[in-house]
């Protein structure tokens, strides 16, 4: 599956998450599916992306370390159905939306934690979701220079 199209689900099933468990699941969800966007991006992607896409794996992988991975059935791991990654930049756009999502989900369940526990795997979650989507954003910013780099040079009259 287009790895837009998962991003896209991963957002709309953590908006409708209405509780603890089921945000942790989503979070869990979405951090995978950043590790395997890194991994694909790190393999195949453009050159100067694989530097950063490779980090984006490592700190998404740290995403999922610190969440109790979710009881799904293979089937239901998004990240699993990644099969096509067609325009980096823009899954690359959507993929920091998603992050940013995370992130917020994130501070809601840790202001309304109950246990220690809980706050601090939310914590932990908030800077790895923060830190994959400053990889994003970097990759976006290599991204635009390298286009920026590719346009012909126009001569001022």
Same mark, same amino acid.
């Given at each position: 599956?287009d790895?837009?199209?998962?991003?896209?689900?991963?957002?709309?099933?953590l908006a409708?998450s209405?509780?603890?468990?089921?945000?942790?699941?989503?979070?869990?969800?979405?951090?995978? =599916?950043?590790? *395997?966007i890194g991994?694909r +991006?790190?393999v195949? %992607?453009?050159?100067?992306l694989? $530097?950063? @896409? #490779?980090?984006l794996?490592e700190?998404?992988?740290?995403?999922?370390g610190?969440?109790?991975?979710?009881?799904?059935?293979p089937?239901?791991?998004?990240?699993?159905?990644?099969?096509? =990654?067609?325009? *980096?930049?823009?899954?690359? +756009?959507?993929?920091? %939306?998603?992050?940013?999502?995370? $992130?917020? @989900? #994130?501070v809601g369940?840790?202001?309304?934690?109950?246990?220690?526990?809980t706050?601090w795997?939310?914590?932990?979650a908030?800077d790895a979701?923060?830190?994959?989507?400053?990889?994003?954003r970097?990759?976006?910013?290599?991204?635009?220079?390298?286009?920026?780099a590719?346009?012909?040079?126009?001569e001022?009259?």
């Amino acid at each position: 599956m287009d790895a837009v199209r998962l991003i896209v689900t991963s957002r709309c099933a953590l908006a409708a998450s209405s509780d603890a468990p089921q945000i942790l699941a989503e979070v869990w969800q979405a951090q995978a =599916l950043a590790q *395997a966007i890194g991994s694909r +991006l790190a393999v195949s %992607g453009p050159p100067e992306l694989r $530097g950063e @896409a #490779l980090g984006l794996t490592e700190l998404a992988g740290r995403g999922c370390g610190v969440l109790d991975a979710p009881d799904l059935d293979p089937g239901d791991l998004r990240a699993a159905q990644l099969t096509e =990654l067609d325009d *980096a930049r823009h899954t690359l +756009l959507c993929l920091g %939306g998603l992050l940013a999502e995370v $992130g917020i @989900a #994130l501070v809601g369940l840790a202001s309304a934690a109950a246990d220690e526990t809980t706050y601090w795997q939310c914590m932990e979650a908030i800077d790895a979701a923060d830190e994959s989507r400053d990889r994003v954003r970097e990759m976006l910013r290599k991204l635009a220079a390298r286009e920026e780099a590719a346009l012909p040079e126009t001569e001022v009259g």
